[in-house]
């Protein structure tokens, strides 16, 4: 039974990140077919299948009523959290609902539209608040940001009448600014998605270094003499050094009469001396910017979507093409270059190319599917599954796995 619910529902991802830049919780949106009756218990059971201790904190955004009511209904105080929007609350089954699961001591999240707060009645109700600000919001949370110094967060608060608010949740900040200003000064408990292409603007005629705490990671498992596996694997958590260790494999310094176009035949032809002593160089550029963190983790997990949609079964080489393709999607972002550029200097496998440069190929589809399932993008899912023949209860069940199981980033110190 369960199974067969996966094939009726549209499902979507947005991180929500903390103070630390670490995650906080992951926010899955949930559409179910309009054509079929989805119950609480059996999406529950999907959740409870996948979800374990060691998860980050689950927050279900559901879109139909009748299953958000269902959900409020059944969903135990050490369930996942769920989110109520503002024209939600006004349908009586779903009030209801709230009242009876706010007495069992559901965490319960108010959402609505940008510049809405949550009614003063219904204030206790919910244990706090997703808010998007307004445009006018944000210029005036910007202004307090860019004339207030530290320590004169509250000050700047009181004259700007600055609506960040503390323990709330934000979502939608399109700016890096705006994000420190409300998770640094204000205390927001979290940020709901991340401004990855203003947090990359910000670093546009200035080099990004390699994630210090990878690089770390990578000369410890080198020093123990780890598995080349356990290596390959640590290499490719941080997406910036996978780049610049294929145009490093294939310098002028390597005459080899074949290019190197993956990982593994980079780090067998070099050899792990050779390796450990090109990590320790890129430690002089390494980069500890936290703001850089989401970023490098929304790469590392598309192409674990990747990996996963496209099962490559025993094929080493074919799995090792897919995560290198989700890892090299967005490498602009960290280059200061466009993508297509980018990617003429790694000669990767030309289903990689193809699919990163022309979304042609193979692999096209798959990335195209794992792009689509971060949030807002997940309308598209249904149209692309019927478009490339993939089964879309296989799309379901493989977010549900990856975003379960998928990695915290590595801290570092701010």
Same mark, same amino acid.
């Given at each position: 039974?369960?199974?067969?619910?996966?094939?009726?529902?549209?499902?979507g991802?947005?991180w929500?990140?903390?103070?630390?830049r670490?995650i906080a919780a992951?926010?899955i949106?949930?559409?179910?077919?309009?054509?079929?009756a989805?119950?609480?218990?059996?999406?529950?059971?999907?959740?409870?299948? $996948?979800?374990?201790g060691?998860?980050?904190?689950?927050?279900?955004?559901v879109?139909?009523?009748?299953?958000?009511?269902?959900?409020?209904?059944?969903?135990?105080?050490?369930?996942?959290?769920?989110t109520v929007?503002d024209?939600?609350?006004?349908n009586a089954?779903?009030?209801?609902g709230?009242d009876?699961?706010?007495?069992?001591?559901?965490p319960?999240l108010?959402?609505?539209?940008?510049g809405?707060?949550i009614?003063?009645?219904?204030r206790?109700?919910?244990?706090?608040?997703m808010?998007?600000?307004?445009?006018?919001?944000?210029?005036?949370?910007?202004?307090?940001?860019?004339h207030s110094g530290?320590?004169?967060g509250?000050n700047?608060l009181?004259?700007?009448h600055?609506?960040v608010l503390?323990?709330q949740i934000?979502?939608?900040?399109?700016?890096?600014?705006?994000?420190?200003h409300?998770?640094d000064?204000?205390?927001?408990?979290?940020i709901a998605?991340?401004?990855?292409?203003?947090?990359a603007?910000?670093?546009?005629?200035?080099?990004?270094?390699?994630?210090?705490?990878?690089?770390l990671?990578?000369?410890?498992?080198v020093?123990?003499d780890?598995?080349?596996?356990?290596?390959?694997?640590?290499?490719?958590?941080?997406p910036l050094?996978?780049?610049?260790f294929?145009r490093?494999?294939?310098s002028a310094?390597?005459?080899l009469?074949?290019p190197?176009d993956?990982?593994?035949?980079g780090?067998?032809?070099?050899?792990?001396?050779?390796f450990? $002593?090109?990590?320790?160089d890129q430690?002089?550029?390494?980069?500890t910017?936290?703001?850089?963190?989401?970023?490098?983790?929304?790469?590392?997990?598309?192409?674990?979507?990747?990996?996963q949609?496209?099962?490559?079964?025993?094929?080493?080489?074919?799995?090792?093409?897919?995560i290198?393709?989700?890892l090299?999607s967005q490498?602009?972002?960290?280059?200061?270059e466009p993508l297509?550029?980018a990617m003429?200097r790694?000669p990767?496998a030309?289903?990689v190319?193809?699919a990163?440069?022309?979304? $042609?190929g193979?692999?096209?589809?798959f990335?195209?599917l794992?792009?689509a399932?971060?949030?807002?993008?997940m309308?598209?899912?249904?149209?692309?599954?019927?478009?490339?023949?993939?089964d879309?209860a296989?799309?379901?069940?493989?977010?549900?796995r990856v975003?379960?199981?998928?990695?915290?980033?590595?801290p570092?110190?701010?």
């Amino acid at each position: 039974m369960s199974a067969s619910i996966l094939g009726h529902l549209t499902l979507g991802y947005q991180w929500i990140w903390g103070r630390q830049r670490e995650i906080a919780a992951v926010q899955i949106f949930v559409q179910p077919d309009a054509a079929a009756a989805v119950d609480a218990a059996h999406l529950l059971d999907l959740l409870a299948q $996948n979800w374990s201790g060691k998860s980050p904190q689950l927050i279900l955004t559901v879109a139909s009523n009748a299953l958000l009511a269902d959900l409020l209904q059944r969903v135990g105080s050490d369930g996942p959290w769920l989110t109520v929007q503002d024209h939600q609350f006004e349908n009586a089954q779903v009030s209801g609902g709230v009242d009876i699961a706010q007495r069992r001591g559901l965490p319960l999240l108010w959402r609505a539209e940008p510049g809405a707060r949550i009614p003063v009645e219904a204030r206790r109700q919910f244990a706090r608040s997703m808010v998007t600000l307004s445009a006018g919001e944000a210029l005036l949370a910007l202004h307090a940001a860019r004339h207030s110094g530290p320590g004169d967060g509250g000050n700047a608060l009181q004259r700007t009448h600055n609506p960040v608010l503390p323990e709330q949740i934000y979502e939608g900040l399109g700016s890096s600014v705006l994000v420190d200003h409300c998770l640094d000064r204000h205390g927001a408990w979290g940020i709901a998605g991340w401004p990855v292409d203003d947090v990359a603007h910000g670093y546009r005629g200035r080099s990004i270094g390699p994630h210090q705490p990878s690089l770390l990671r990578l000369l410890e498992a080198v020093d123990a003499d780890a598995s080349m596996d356990v290596i390959e694997q640590r290499l490719t958590r941080e997406p910036l050094l996978v780049y610049r260790f294929l145009r490093f494999a294939n310098s002028a310094a390597f005459t080899l009469r074949n290019p190197i176009d993956s990982l593994r035949h980079g780090l067998m032809i070099l050899g792990l001396g050779t390796f450990r $002593n090109w990590l320790t160089d890129q430690l002089t550029t390494a980069c500890t910017d936290p703001n850089l963190q989401p970023v490098r983790h929304g790469m590392v997990v598309r192409a674990q979507l990747m990996e996963q949609l496209l099962d490559a079964g025993e094929e080493d080489a074919l799995r090792r093409e897919i995560i290198l393709t989700g890892l090299l999607s967005q490498i602009d972002l960290l280059v200061d270059e466009p993508l297509n550029l980018a990617m003429q200097r790694v000669p990767v496998a030309e289903r990689v190319l193809s699919a990163v440069v022309s979304s $042609n190929g193979p692999y096209a589809p798959f990335l195209q599917l794992a792009a689509a399932l971060e949030y807002p993008g997940m309308r598209a899912i249904p149209d692309l599954c019927a478009l490339h023949g993939v089964d879309l209860a296989h799309v379901n069940r493989t977010l549900l796995r990856v975003l379960a199981q998928s990695p915290k980033p590595l801290p570092v110190a701010r």
